[in-house]
């Protein structure tokens, strides 16, 4: 069973940075998508960005060019990096780790407990 534990995030100014982190535990020969969401109340969990077991990367556009996720393979970390935030940008992140399935490979979808992260204007 996957686990996650995020550690930053916290509270900053507008144009600050800030960089998440992400360990997961219980991983296997199966090496999971990750990536970071992040969600404000009464609005549905968004993703921010991605990298694929490849290590390919994604990004939502609200964040191209601002943001960069980095995954450590042999350490089973993400990390994202957080430049030039703005007050949009404050929500609880969460992290994330998934397998589709297949090839000898269980199905799952984990979530870390989610982090904080708000930009003041």
């Known amino acids: 069973q996957v686990q996650l534990v995020e550690s930053g995030g916290g509270l900053v100014q507008a144009g600050d940075s800030l960089s998440l982190s992400c360990l997961a535990s219980?991983?296997?020969?199966?090496?999971?998508?990750m990536g970071w969401y992040r969600q404000v109340p009464g609005k549905e969990r968004e993703l921010v960005a991605g990298?694929?077991?490849?290590?390919?990367?994604y990004y939502d556009d609200s964040v191209k060019g601002r943001f960069t996720i980095s995954r450590d393979f042999a350490k089973n970390t993400v990390s994202l990096q957080m430049n030039g935030l703005k007050p949009e940008d404050t929500a609880v992140y969460y992290c994330?780790?998934?397998?589709?399935?297949?090839?000898?490979?269980?199905?799952?979808?984990?979530w870390g407990q989610g982090t904080q992260v708000t930009v003041s204007s």
């Open positions: 219980g991983v296997t020969a199966c090496v999971p998508a």
């Open positions: 994330s780790a998934s397998d589709p399935g297949g090839n000898g490979c269980e199905e799952y979808d984990a």
């Open positions: 990298v694929t077991s490849g290590g390919t990367t």
